[in-house]
């Protein structure tokens, strides 16, 4: 399973970490995304990252303010978000990406909300 | 970027009715690399099918997935009551960033 962390209300210009700790499988062996559902609205991609972090992909209004990174040794990956806008405001959830690639997000967290406001 | 628009918006159907979702690509997705995924309220997304036809583990077989190029389809053939939710398509681009459809409400008529 995947649980978020790190959640809360900031306000806009700030920033935030999000956690996903992952549990009940080889955490090594896929790759992580991330994706938000702002309040009444469907699903947004934001990031990916692979297996062994050495490569990264990004939704295009979040390139430059957020970083995906992971530490396989503790079955986590993070979202840290800079920069934070208004419209930054959404449950964000992980997901994991099935094996070997392009076969859906098979396990997903619960999320954790995030909201930006002044 | 392929934009994936889904149709109709919402969708009002009895128990027992089949459902047709349809999902359909501004580019062709030559590899078919077309999910389908369910969201009731509160709920994460769960996926149910793959590559554009395969069923995820634990679907039952009244949910089917079909197409290929810019046309896709999600079919459910007789719909049970846990069956109303938020559908949404997803597909990946040649480096596996994702993009979503706006998604599609099953509701009971």
Known sequence: QLVESGGGVVQPGTSLRLSCTASGFTFSYNGIHWVRQAPGKGLEWVALIWNHGNDEEYEDSVRGRFTVSRDNSKNTAYLQMNSLRVEDTALYYCAREGIPGGYGLDVWGPGTTVTVSS | ?109
């Open chain 2, 1 to 109: 970027e392929v934009v994936l628009t889904q149709s109709p918006g919402t969708l009002s159907l009895s128990p027992g009715e089949r459902a047709t979702l349809s999902c359909r690509a501004s580019q062709s997705l030559g590899n078919s690399y077309l999910a389908w995924y369910q969201q009731k309220p509160g709920q994460a997304p769960r996926l149910l099918i793959y590559g554009a036809s395969t069923r995820a583990t634990g679907i039952p077989d009244r949910f089917s997935g079909s197409g290929s190029g810019t046309d896709f389809t999600l079919t459910i053939s007789r719909l049970e009551p846990e069956d109303f939710a938020v559908y949404y398509c997803q597909q990946y681009d040649r480096s596996f960033r994702c993009s979503f459809g706006q998604g599609t409400k099953l509701e009971i008529k």
